[in-house]
Structures are given as structure tokens and as C-alpha cells.
């Protein structure tokens, strides 16, 4: 079994029992037996003076996009760092003032979009110059260390679905992101890690050994953390991606779709590890809810093989070219920047919307991030904390 940083942690408690901590953390933050960090560390007389939560809240009660207000009593204060607006991501100081070390463990999912790993260079700017120390307590990530995907992010499409020119699938643990995040903004405070034991790049995470814990409500399990750098991409136009039903992500769907003649142009593409079945389904919230919509459903059969994002790409452009009268690209879907369409915020850019839509090939549109690729690559071994 891989032994988390939190593992870590809790082993070298006794050098921590002075400190007045803070802890980033929802209801991944476990330790190999799953109780949770909170109670671990106050019975090893460790002082948490209060959670910050990221969104969904500390125990991914609440939908995306939703601002958490209420939260369970579990004896700690805790403190939503997801609100209605950007601002709530960081901290007021008065939820500083009391604190020398903040500790961020919770559990990525390997995607750019994934909101919890981009608070992590908000926080370290809240704390700058306040001598105030940040702590990643190491996580696997669960689509591995190798394999990056997709393009690099423009800048002027900056959102809470991505902040920093990194692509859309990183290859990168939490704290090696964080140290990214850190040198890419120039934030001048103390990050310091406890790394794990026994993971090598080159796993997925049902080879740790560690229990999957839905990080979010629909990030039920780690088939669809694989799928979902591909299928994010859903959000960005009029379909469901699944949320309201028990496979989100691997399901999607519309009122406009005929669902064999959408998997069986997909499958023509012959695309590596992947298998697209037709379907038709009704969610019970969200998109489309109660109605009965047909679609396609993503079996993953091959997951070293499996390009989940050019796979989600694929998706859109087959749609589009199918339906191309009934496809909008939505905006305004993500709170924290309304100025562009929601699928340039997911793809980093205008590029790949405009190359769909202009009728540019799958082969145009997939050669648009190779260079990217390779630049990330060589970029994100400068901050590799583990081989393979």
C-alpha cells in the first residue's frame, strides 16, 4: 500500500504539538484506515484551530457551483473557501491572524478543471509575508505521473477551471503542483511537503492499494476521474455530461441526439482504449432533468491506451458536425470569469472551438496541442518528487 502524506504526518506528529494549524481538507483527507485527519491528529495532540473547505464542502454535500453555507458540526470550526464570488476563495484575515501553519491534504482527481488543487495558489498569496508556512501533505494522482494531455492555457481564459499555463491532464501529485504554482507566480512564503511512501509514477491509482473516496458527488469512482479531463469538456455545451445519474461523466446525452449514429461515428474514429456505446437515460437533476435524452457511454478499455481528452474533443466535434444547428456553446456556466465561452475556459483557449466549428479534421484539431505536450513535459520534471 502507498502510504499518504498525511501517513507521513501523523507518524512525525510529535514535532507539530506546538503548532497552531489550519487544515484544507474535505472528506478525502484520511488516513490508511479511513478515519478521518481531524480526529487522527487531535487524539496525537496536534491543535487544529479550524478546516478551511473547498467547494462541495468537507463532506461534498453540496453540487457544483453551489456556495456552501452550512456545514456539519464535527467539533472544529470550519470555513467555506467557495462562495458566490472569487473573493471567497481566500481567506479573510481575521481566519489567519491565530494560525503559523496551513496544511492542504485532499484528493485530486489529475485535471486541470478540478477546482481543489487551484485554491492552493490563492491561499499561498493570502499568506505571503505573513510568516504563516503552507504544508502539502502528499496524494497519489490517480491518472498517474507520465502522461500528459492537452493544450497549455492562454492566460486571458484564466479561470477557477484554470488558473496557470499547465494542460489539461499534468501528470503532476498535489505538491508538485504546488511547487509549480508557487515559482509560475513568483508567491515568496515557506511550502514545505510530506511525500509519500511507495508511489511510482507509473501507477493508477487502483494499483496504491488506498481506497477511493468521491472527492466530489459526481467523482463516484476512479473510472471517472479517467474520463473526466475528456469529459468536462460536456459542461462547456447544451448536453447532459451525466450529473443526476449514477455514472456522470461516462454517460452524456441531449433531447437532439440519436444516439446510434452518434456512437457509431465515434467509434469510426477508432480512438485508443475507448468503446462508445449508445444509450439513452434520464437525469434526475441538472441538464435535461426527467427527460428522456439519448446519448453514448464512454467504456474505457484500455486505460494506459485511453486519451481522455482527445477523446472528449471527439465527442464535441461529432456532435457538433452531426447537429450543428442545435450545438451552443454555452456561456456564463463558471462564476469566476463570464467573459468567454465556458469550453475556451476548459480548453484554454478559443482555438479548438473555432477549428470545430470552421469543420477542421479530428487529426487538425488533435496536432493543435502535440507541441504543448512536449513543452509541459520537459517543464514538469523539474518538479517530479518521486521515479518510477
Known amino acids: 500500500m502507498v502510504k499518504t502524506g498525511l501517513d507521513k504526518f501523523v507518524e512525525e506528529s510529535g514535532k507539530y504539538r506546538k503548532r497552531s494549524i489550519a487544515l484544507i481538507a474535505n472528506q478525502t483527507s484520511v488516513v490508511h484506515d479511513l478515519e478521518y485527519s481531524w480526529n487522527v491528529l487531535k487524539r496525537e495532540g496536534i491543535v487544529i484551530k479550524r478546516i478551511f473547505s473547498p467547494e462541495h464542502g468537507i463532506f461534498s454535500t453540496e453540487q457544483d457551483q453551489v456556495a456552501v453555507e452550512h456545514q456539519p458540526d464535527i467539533g472544529i470550526e470550519i470555513v467555506s473557501l467557495y462562495g458566490d464570488s472569487d473573493s471567497s476563495i481566500v481567506p479573510d484575515e481575521e481566519f489567519l491572524k491565530d494560525i503559523d501553519l496551513v496544511i492542504f491534504d485532499i484528493q485530486d482527481v489529475g485535471s486541470r478543471y478540478y477546482t481543489y488543487l487551484n485554491m492552493i495558489p490563492f491561499f499561498m498569496k493570502a499568506i505571503e509575508h505573513t510568516g504563516i508556512e503552507m504544508m502539502i ?3 497519489p494522482n ?6 500528459v494531455e ?13 488558473i496557470y499555463p499547465v494542460t489539461v491532464r499534468h501528470g503532476l501529485t498535489p ?22 511512501e511507495g508511489w511510482r509514477r507509473s ?18 469512482t476512479t473510472d471517472t476521474a479517467m474520463v473526466y479531463a475528456g469529459s468536462c469538456l460536456f459542461e462547456g455545451i447544451n448536453v447532459s455530461e451525466g450529473r443526476g445519474t449514477t455514472t456522470p ?7 437532439f441526439i440519436q444516439s446510434d449514429s452518434l456512437a457509431d461515428r465515434l467509434n469510426r474514429y477508432d480512438l485508443p482504449g475507448v468503446f462508445f456505446r449508445p444509450v439513452y437515460f434520464k437525469p434526475c437533476f441538472n441538464e435535461y432533468s426527467e427527460e428522456m435524452i439519448g446519448g453514448i457511454f464512454i467504456h474505457v478499455t484500455d ?6 481528452f482527445l477523446t472528449g474533443v471527439a465527442v464535441v466535434k461529432t456532435i457538433y458536425d452531426l447537429y450543428p444547428d442545435r450545438v451552443v456553446f454555452k456561456k456564463g456556466v463558471y ?18 472551438r473555432e477549428m470545430i466549428i470552421s469543420g477542421a479534421s479530428l487529426d487538425e484539431i488533435f496536432s493543435l496541442w502535440q507541441k504543448d505536450e512536449k513543452e509541459f513535459l520537459e517543464i514538469k520534471r523539474e518538479y517530479h518528487l518521486y521515479g518510477d
Open 142 to 147: 490517480p491518472l498517474g505521473g507520465l502522461r
Open 335 to 352: 462564476e469566476f470569469n463570464t467573459a468567454h465561452p465556458a469550453f475556451d475556459l476548459l480548453t484554454g483557449s478559443s482555438v479548438i
Open 203 to 220: 501507477m493508477l491509482y487502483d494499483e496504491t492499494g488506498l481506497q477511493w473516496i468521491p472527492p466530489s458527488p459526481n467523482m463516484p
Open 249 to 255: 461523466f461516462q454517460i452524456m446525452g441531449a433531447p
Open 137 to 139: 501533505l502528499d496524494r
Open 175 to 196: 505538491a508538485e503542483l504546488a511547487f509549480l504554482y508557487k515559482d509560475m507566480r513568483k508567491i515568496d512564503i515557506e511550502l514545505s511537503v510530506k511525500r509519500m
Open 150 to 162: 492537452g493544450p497549455l492555457l492562454d492566460v486571458e481564459f484564466s479561470s477557477f477551471v484554470g
Open 303 to 308: 486505460s494506459v491506451e485511453f486519451h481522455s
